[in-house]
């Protein structure tokens, strides 16, 4: 049961919050009390998967291949975890952020529909089921995007929701070559199904399917347009779940994926990877320098991000996961952090066009700080947690003699820091071209809340990296070595076919329960036969 | 007429039909004007559909229905797992498509258009555009 | 719309349809049929009940605000994954509590497919109720 719960829990309180569909006010201590659960549920998982690796669970007591896997590794729940943090933090900020008309139209409902789609893609072990959670949490991002529904939203939505429904037809497609090439869907068993036969046509199509939609999730090179597009529109609490979370939920689909269903040492597959990402770097951190909306320009920002992480993963050897995995967790902190600084930036001034704005560091010098530190560690500057991530990548790099992706990767640090340092001098040094008072809203302190405890997370990591850095090697060791993975999984499968309760590989082999003598055809553990077996 | 690797001629059909429907969805997404778009994404999701069919192979057989009283299906039976695929695929394209074609309609109710090179509102005011 | 043949016939076809469609619910549990194809039916009658009175009396009709139904039925869907979980420790295991002893095939997996009913006729009537809401927004603009 404890796998479910991440998923379970968000879901539960969307279906609460629509039954109080009339009261707002229930519907957001709703929200809150659910990002709680989540946040707890997160670290239970990850202390249980620190403590005894790999934890696996089949729903329905299905064995593996028929039934759903949910499995959780270091990378699962490490990415469960930031979920919670990351949900907290906006439901406070929410409070004092969401307009009455967003919260009517159900914005507390669909944040939590939209957390339940994420932690599922997170902890689901089979590829189809991940389909259906991208499917999830996009149909709930899709509402978040309109419930303002003003004409900036509707615009920008209309691009978020056409570019995404190609990359959703994508992933299904791919899902469709592979259960056509390898018969299954489970990526454990897809790990071992597939094993001496990577490089075939078949596979290789899949792959590519698979890599443009995950691509166009996480905001790759060519199929990020839909992203500066639209992030800037909605509410700042939306807009920072969205920068913290689905881009990256296409990250890892695409480590989980490219790791142990795919062989990313292929060629063809690498190269692509490689020069895809490096491309992505340079051109997110390029339109971010043209850009004078602030939020704008951090959109731009996460896709030159994203850059980084595929590289890591590109680079594909153990260091670069953990510069992937390393920065994939900062990297979520630091964003939603900027987004939320950018709310209250917006807030204070008036407006979030940097042309328009100015005179905030005379008039909140704390508020300068709080968007230096998470600025700063965006940018890889030392001791933050950005610098090292950043410096794991390029080290991983270097290592591998692929010295001009790592100066790439080092150029569009810097370039990095000038978009920094442009928002800085506009919003921040120069005084305001309406003069000192114009159009401010006083800012509440719940919205400070927030930004000051993700901004104490990223000068924390950044101190106190060991156990971090360790718990990524830990992560990416699991990934690229996928047997313990493949054992959690075949155990709870085991566990499935015999009728018990999974619980911990402890307990396994320890009757919980006596099995339920099959009382209906439909309880058959092994399912109606296949006809014939499409390997042949 | 044996095909090599087993191949079925009808799997030939379905292969060239989902090119053809993938090809002219494309061809009315790249028409520049909503409605088109979401038809043509109609028409590759059906392909997209035809395809995860077609992969789970083609054969003479039974629905998979187990008879009363048994365990196991009596006769040769279909994959019953691409259908269960498709049959999801189809419930969550009917959700996306349906969300779509609503926002469709209020963005041509709000802005007064449904072709993308006017719809700039989400854009910075001084760059680019055709108008 | 304002046809007379329509609105009588509606009068009859609209309990019609909801019967079928808990025959359709009821049926799915062994044979072709099930909540997804019971809950468009609901939103079927519902839908003909809007064009021939208007959506104002689907509305009245319907009791309940179709999102509100549509949660319950998710509701529905998490409770009877939560029962194997409570019962079994294992989410989404199909229970069967009276099976053995009265042999009512009634259990966790009928209270999913009543969510997936439930759920499937509240989001489609939301849909069509508000694209005729909207339609009716966009005419009277124009007027």
Redesign the interface.
């Known amino acids: ?1 404890l796998l ?1 719960w991440p998923i ?1 829990l968000p ?2 309180t ?6 109080a ?1 009339h009261s707002p006010r229930v519907q957001r201590a709703l929200n809150a009390a659910g990002s709680l659960g989540l946040l707890v549920a997160s670290i239970a998982i990850i202390t249980r998967v620190l403590d005894e690796g790999p934890v696996a ?5 299905w064995p593996a291949p028929f039934g759903i896997t949910l499995v959780a590794d270091i990378l699962s729940a490490a990415m469960v975890l930031i979920t919670g943090i990351i949900a907290v933090a906006c439901a406070v900020y929410g409070w004092a952020e969401v307009g009455a008309g967003e919260e009517r139209n ?1 914005h507390h ?1 669909l944040t939590q529909a939209l957390l339940g789609g994420v932690c599922g893609a997170f902890v689901t072990g089979d590829i ?1 089921n991940m ?2 959670w991208f ?1 999830v949490l ?2 709930a991002s ?2 978040l995007m ?1 419930v303002g529904g003003g ?9 978020y ?2 570019l995404n ?2 990359a ?2 994508a992933f ?2 791919g ?3 592979l ?3 390898a018969g299954t869907l489970n990526m454990a068993d897809l790990h071992l199904t597939l094993a001496g036969r990577q490089g075939e046509t078949a596979i290789f199509s899949a792959a590519a399917m698979l890599m443009f939609a995950f691509g166009a999730k996480a905001a790759m090179f060519p199929a990020f347009f839909w992203l500066p ?2 992030y ?2 909605p509410s700042v609490t939306t807009s920072a779940l969205f920068s913290a979370l689905l881009t990256k939920v296409g990250v890892y689909a695409m480590i989980r994926a490219f790791t142990i269903v795919f062989d990313t040492s292929e060629p063809a597959i690498q190269n692509t990877l490689l020069y895809g990402s490096a491309i992505t770097m340079v051109v997110g951190v390029l339109g971010a320098a ?4 602030v939020r ?1 320009i951090l959109s731009f920002h996460i896709i030159s991000q994203i850059g980084y992480m595929i590289l890591g993963l590109a680079i594909y050897t153990p260091l670069g996961l953990v510069g992937a995995i390393f920065y994939l967790f900062h990297h979520i902190i630091v964003k939603a952090n900027l987004f939320l600084i950018a709310g209250v930036i917006g807030r204070s001034t008036g407006s979030e066009e940097l042309t328009d704005i100015g005179g905030l560091w005379k008039r909140k010098p704390w508020l300068g700080v709080l968007f230096l530190i998470p600025a700063l560690s965006l940018a890889g500057v030392p001791p933050l947690s950005g610098f090292w991530a950043k410096l794991l990548i390029i080290l991983a790099a270097l290592e591998e003699e692929r010295y001009f992706i790592a100066f790439v990767a080092v150029l569009v640090g810097f370039l990095t820091l000038y978009s920094m340092s442009k928002i800085w001098m506009e919003a921040f040094w120069k005084a305001h071209p309406g003069g000192d008072d114009a159009a401010a809203r006083p800012a509440s302190y719940w919205l400070y809340l927030p930004i000051i405890t993700l901004a104490l997370m990223t000068v924390f990591i950044g101190l106190n990296a060991q156990p971090f850095v360790e718990a990524a090697f830990a992560s990416a060791e699991q990934v690229l070595q996928p047997d313990a993975y493949i054992a959690a999984v075949a155990r709870a499968s085991e566990a ?1 076919e015999l009728g018990l ?3 911990s590989p402890a307990a396994s082999g320890v009757p ?2 006596a099995a ?1 003598t ?7 553990p092994t ?6 077996d ?1 390997l ?1 | 007429m044996p095909l090599p690797g087993g191949t079925t001629e009808m799997e030939i059909v379905l292969a060239i039909l989902v090119g053809l429907l993938a090809a002219s969805g494309a061809y009315m997404m790249m028409a520049g004007r909503l409605i088109a778009y979401l038809f043509g994404l109609i028409m590759i999701s059906n392909a997209a559909n035809i395809a995860i069919f077609a992969a789970g192979r083609l054969t003479y057989a039974e629905p998979p229905l187990v008879p009363d009283g048994e365990y196991t299906p009596m006769t040769e039976v279909a994959n019953a797992l691409p259908q269960a695929l498709i049959l999801t695929a189809i419930v969550i394209g009917f959700g996306l498509l349906s969300f779509a074609l609503a926002l469709v309609f209020r963005t041509y109710f709000e802005l007064g258009t449904t072709r993308m090179d006017d719809m700039r509102e989400a854009e910075p005011r001084n760059m680019g555009g055709n108008s | 719309m304002n046809s007379l043949i329509l609105t009588t016939a509606t009068r009859f076809l609209t309990p019609l349809i909801l019967a079928l469609s808990v025959f359709i619910l009821l049926r799915g549990h062994n044979e072709p049929g099930g909540g997804f194809i019971g809950g468009l039916l609901v939103a079927v009658a519902f839908a003909l009940v809007e064009k021939a009175e208007g959506v104002e009396a689907a509305r009245r009709a319907m009791r309940i605000e179709p999102l509100v139904l549509a949660g319950i039925g998710l509701g529905c869907c998490l409770a009877g994954g939560y029962w194997g979980g409570i019962v079994h420790g294992d989410f989404l295991r199909g229970i069967w509590p009276w099976y053995e002893e009265y042999g009512l095939p009634v259990g966790s997996i009928l209270l999913f497919d009543l969510g997936v009913y439930l759920a499937v006729a509240g989001t489609v009537s939301a849909i069509l109720f508000g694209l005729e809401e909207a339609g009716h927004a966009v005419a009277g603009r124009d007027d």
């Open positions: 049961m479910v379970a879901l539960s969307a279906v609460l919050c629509l039954i569909w669970a089949q729903m329905g007591s159900g409902a189809f389909y259906v499917e996009l149909i899709f509402g309109v004409k900036a939203q509707l615009d920008a939505a209309v691009k929701v056409g429904l190609i959703t037809l299904l497609t899902v469709g070559l259960y056509g090439a597009a639209s800037h529109t043209a850009q004078m909306h704008r499935a309760t999974f619980e919980a329960e339920p099959p009382v209906e055809p439909i309880e058959n399912g109606p036969p296949e006809p014939e499409p042949r």
